[in-house]
């Protein structure tokens, strides 16, 4: 049974570059260089540089329950010999680490990969998934006639054949990039559909970076598009450690500390800001 837990600290690890995708809004132009972004082509965390950043954590973990958002490119592009991202998300899981990921869902398009994946994490995992799946206008990954993504169809139809023991290890949130276009939105029926399921999804405005800034005409300026939650109490939101990219932890632009050394950023359960 998944234990519930909460991460109280969120670290964002970034795995690759490669992406198959060529998304117009895309914010890290992964197809080409980018002046917005230091991850380049040939970028690619290896297994060792992702159990280091496991151990950092665990060095300092104390009372906090971190969490780790696995982000690319795409990561389920990533592989290592015979590894791949299932066994990053594992190793993470092992490390008593909560792994949540961002996908476009390209490869859940596959029903046996879809299949052996979230069954493999639910019968080797101890904590719960987090399956983000980017579904929206910029993406060529659903069908707005038919109000229906092969990926996600592919995901409700192995997590309704889970026991419930099973499907407890799991949950799937779509996440929508929208614009000025009341078209950008996901067709409510489509999003009935999945929730049933209990796959849930929210909206977020597409960002003015990368190869997004040719689309300025399309950044949503007026409330009217959004529907913005209230502010989070406070203790609600994880503390944001920072991002792992290759041999550095960094905030922003700046690197903050080499991988191996995170504990030197905290004094006890205290995170230097």
């Known amino acids: 049974m998944a234990n519930m837990v909460h991460p109280t600290k969120i670290l964002g690890v970034t795995l690759l570059h490669k992406c198959n995708f060529h998304c117009a809004h895309c914010g890290y132009l ?3 260089g980018s002046d917005d972004h230091d991850i380049k082509p040939g970028y690619r965390l290896t297994m060792e540089q992702i159990q280091k950043v496991i151990a950092d954590c665990n060095s300092i973990k104390g009372e906090d329950q971190f969490g780790f958002i696995v982000n690319g490119g795409e990561p389920t592009l990533w592989e290592e010999g015979d590894l791949k991202l299932i066994d990053v998300l594992l190793a993470i899981d092992k490390g008593g680490i909560i792994p949540n990921y961002n996908t476009n869902g390209s490869y859940f398009s596959n029903y046996d990969q879809c299949h052996d994946f979230f069954h493999r994490y639910s019968e080797e995992g101890n904590l719960p998934l987090m399956t983000f799946v980017s ?4 993406h060529d990954n659903y069908d707005r006639e038919k109000g229906r993504a092969v990926s996600l169809d592919n995901i409700k139809k192995v997590l309704d054949e889970m026991p419930e023991e099973k499907r407890a290890m799991h949950r799937v949130h779509i996440i929508t990039i929208v614009s000025k276009d009341p078209d950008s939105f996901l067709p409510d029926e489509m999003k009935e559909y999945y929730a049933a399921s209990g796959i849930t999804q929210g909206d977020f405005p597409m960002q003015p970076i990368g190869k997004a800034k040719e689309l300025m005409d399309e950044m949503p300026e007026s409330p009217d598009f959004l529907k913005k939650p209230p502010p989070p109490k ?3 939101v994880p503390m944001m450690v920072g991002t792992l990219m290759g041999e550095y ?3 922003g632009d700046d690197n903050i500390i080499k991988l ?3 504990k ?7 995170a230097v800001q």
């Open 30 to 32: 992964y197809t080409a």
């Open 135 to 138: 579904i929206d206008k910029f």
């Open 234 to 236: 406070e203790g609600e």
């Open 249 to 251: 932890y960094r905030r």
């Open 260 to 262: 191996g050394h995170l």
């Open 264 to 270: 030197d950023l905290f004094s006890g359960d205290a």
